[in-house]
């Protein structure tokens, strides 16, 4: 069955230090992989996706995420967290499913807490 | 950048009544408009796509019949949850992508409550 996992609920970092949000995901076929942000008191934002070509994706804010098919992985990283990075960061995978149609699946957020 | 607006922003209904949920793009052209649910633990659905025009495509799963999606022009996507029940409670979020790009700017969210 279709899957994603983000295995840390929350993730603290000093400011200025590399931040990554882990991202796993089960699929049957090609995935097409999203990162969201949604900040404190506003909507989601997107922030990158991968569809096809370099497995390496830049995304908003400085923010990008690798492609990595063998360990089936498509982690959130940035070389310098800012304290304004502080949010809730949402995974999502989307495949052909093996009943037919498309299928769009969320991780459970990770929560984000960059300190000063 | 480029703005997404709901309407309403908070809804409570009784059950069995239907409710509509309306998400404009204020300054651009929207060809596909997305419309999600966010359960309590902060987890997203995709429920379906829309294209102005045409129609929704639907993820597996969601129910056709119970919630019907109108994308009837390039700023407007209408979504009405009919015979809402208690269950169908949640926070609904609809996205736009321009015809001319790639990234989807999101609404705020309507809360709906059903009684």
């Known amino acids: 069955a279709q899957s994603v996992a983000q295995p840390e609920d929350q993730v603290n970092v000093a400011e200025g230090n590399p931040l990554t949000v882990k991202c796993t995901y089960s699929?049957?076929?090609?995935?097409?992989l999203f990162w969201y942000v949604q900040y404190p008191n506003r909507g989601l934002q997107f922030l990158l996706k991968y569809i096809t070509g370099d497995n390496l994706v830049k995304g908003s804010y400085g923010f990008e995420a690798e492609f990595n098919k063998s360990q089936t992985s498509f982690h959130l990283k940035k070389p310098s967290a800012l304290v304004s990075d502080s949010a809730l960061y949402f995974c999502a995978v989307r495949a052909y499913t093996n009943t037919g149609g498309f299928k769009t699946i969320f991780g459970a957020g990770t929560r984000l807490f960059v300190k000063a | 950048g480029a703005v997404v607006s709901q309407h309403p922003s908070r809804v409570i209904c009784k059950s069995g009544t239907s409710v509509k949920i309306e998400c404009r793009s204020l300054d651009f052209q929207a060809t596909t408009m997305f419309w999600y649910r966010q359960f309590p633990k902060q987890s997203l659905m995709l429920m379906a796509t829309s294209n102005e025009g045409s129609k929704a495509t639907y993820e597996q799963g969601v129910e056709k019949d119970k919630f019907l999606i109108n994308h009837a022009s390039l700023t407007l996507s209408t979504l009405t949850v009919t015979s809402a029940h208690p269950e169908d409670s949640s926070f609904y979020i609809c996205?736009?992508?321009?015809?001319?790009?790639?990234?989807?700017?999101f609404g705020p969210g309507t809360r709906l409550t059903v009684l």
């Open positions: 996205s736009a992508r321009a015809s001319n790009g790639n990234e989807q700017f």
């Open positions: 699929v049957s076929g090609n995935p097409y």
